[in-house]
């Protein structure tokens, strides 16, 4: 019964697991086709219906959304100019260098403390990138824009990246360039 939001909805996991869980949902993105990919992995039944609300919209500005009304918020932002999700949507942080990212992360985190109940989570997956070879801390410096705004760090989770798209890539020039392979993203998880 619980309100979850994920303001980055993307393919929509946050959206499936939370109907599995029987959690109100809202999900939000800026990207209109990210949209539709999660109403239609919303369409199935699985033995209770709680209500979601699937739109287009901007992180930064949460306004439809009341003060201290969500229980969770569960989110995966873009990783600033490394992968783009759209080519030209205005306002799409994956289209913003690191240091503009950043910048508009602090209204991303000042919206997300906005809208969660005293004493809710908020959990954030984040990763590193590099930047002529060296690695930029992405992750670390997202964390301390939450802390900024108040938030309490509860929890810090090392996931392993196995498998994704441009792995080869990436592990091929590694070896050529002589660095590292990033494998690994934080999911930070906040207490308000």
């Not at 995966?76 to 306002?91: F, L, N, R, V």
């Not at 991303?108 to 906005?114: H, I, L, P």
């Not at 908020?122 to 002529?132: F, P």
């Amino acid at each position: 019964g619980d309100t979850v939001l994920d303001q980055f909805v993307g393919g929509g996991t946050t959206a499936v697991e939370a109907k599995l869980t029987n959690r109100k949902f809202i999900g939000i993105d800026i990207n209109p086709s990210a949209v539709e990919i999660t109403k239609n992995k919303l369409n199935f039944e699985c033995g209770f219906n709680p209500s979601s609300e699937v739109r287009q919209g901007d992180a930064r500005n949460l306004s439809a959304i009341n003060d201290g009304t969500i229980d969770l918020i569960c989110t995966h932002p873009p990783y600033a100019d490394i992968i783009h999700y759209s080519e030209d949507i205005d306002g799409d942080m994956s289209l913003m260098s690191i240091k503009t990212f950043l910048f508009e992360t602090g209204k991303v985190a000042e919206e997300c403390y906005r809208v969660l109940k005293k004493d809710g989570f908020c959990a954030i997956l984040m990763g590193d990138t590099r930047k002529k070879g060296m690695v930029q801390p992405l992750a670390f410096e997202t964390m301390r824009v939450f802390e900024t705004v108040g938030f309490k760090t509860k929890e810090i989770i090392i996931k392993e990246q196995h498998n994704c798209k441009a792995t080869g890539y990436w592990k091929t020039n590694s070896i050529k360039f002589n660095f590292l392979l990033l494998a690994h993203e934080y999911l930070f998880v906040f207490k308000k």
